[in-house]
């Protein structure tokens, strides 16, 4: 087992495995230590059928269904996500943490390209940790109070994202939770930011407007590049990112071809 660095801040590219075979315990160590430590890890060439991949997804834990998906058929879990060629939309083209919303975020999210377009669609990670890391003891100590309010309807959900993805509980739109806005990472003990635009509508206790002037730059925060890494999908490429430690953004720059991708999510702790 390789484990190969992407970039000074996060992301690496795990070789030398085939998710496909069991592992063992001593390589299931290794891998969640690199997991730990890069907060996002990716592994091209996987050969994997749908019980194989929600087979490898349940070693890191309890699989949660996405609440807005139904999964496909035999596999509860795995949600398809398609944009189609005439579609111009695209799905998770935001800065953003998973269903932030809910009060057991995801701790793991899983991807697996099952068809690519022959270019474009790449993926970009943020490290929260740094973003955290980098802000002054003063702006640390103002937000190490403060809680957040999540909403699943803070940004307008186009429905045409969601034509070809099997949807529920759309009346649900309204669904929120109320989380630290400095989070305390439950295995590793490290701070990260987490706030993001798509979900978060504000402090708890202060208003929308209120909040957006402070909020707009901890979203800034996330954008630098210095804190960033940027996935090139290949087929079968299957990556994982930690949800409590990191954003992503889906670039939406592949018209007119077709992109399927399955996700799986593992069910996480109350942050705190």
């Known amino acids: 087992m390789q484990v190969i660095p992407q ?3 996060i992301g690496a ?22 997991f730990l430590d890069y907060q996002i890890i ?10 194989q991949y929600n087979d490898f997804a349940q070693r890191f834990g309890r699989l949660k269904d996405y609440m807005f998906a139904e999964g496909i058929d035999g596999f509860p879990f795995i949600t398809e996500i398609v944009k189609t060629e005439t579609e111009s939309e695209s799905f998770g ?13 995801p701790k793991i999210t899983m991807l697996y390209a099952r068809q690519i377009p022959p ?33 699943a309807s803070v940004v307008p959900r186009n429905e045409d994202i969601y034509r070809e993805v099997k949807s529920k509980n759309s009346a649900q739109r309204d669904q929120y939770a109320i989380h630290p ?3 305390r990472h439950d295995e590793t003990g490290k701070k990260a930011l987490y706030v993001n635009g798509i979900h978060t509508l504000g402090f708890d206790g202060m208003t929308r407007a209120e909040s957006l002037p402070l909020l707009e730059y901890l979203y800034q925060q996330v954008t630098r590049p210095e ?33 399927v991708m399955h996700r799986i999510i593992v069910e996480g702790e109350r942050p705190r």
């Open 181 to 183: 806005v400095i989070r």
């Open 7 to 9: 970039s000074s801040s």
């Open 13 to 34: 590219e795990v070789r030398g495995l085939d998710l496909a075979a069991d592992l063992s315990d001593a390589q299931f160590e290794q891998l969640n230590q690199a």
């Open 119 to 151: 270019r474009g669609g790449d993926t970009l990670f943020a490290d929260m940790y740094a973003a955290y890391d980098d802000l002054s003891p003063g702006l640390k100590a103002s937000l190490e109070s403060l809680r957040a309010i999540n909403s």
């Open 42 to 51: 990716f592994f091209h060439g996987q050969k994997l059928s749908s019980r």
């Open 227 to 259: 804190y960033s890494f940027r996935l090139r999908w290949q087929q079968d490429t299957l990556a994982m990112w930690d949800n409590r430690c990191t954003q992503h953004y889906a670039l939406n720059d592949y018209h007119g071809y077709r992109r």
């Open 93 to 105: 083209s935001f800065w953003h943490s998973d269903s932030a919303y809910t009060e057991l975020p």
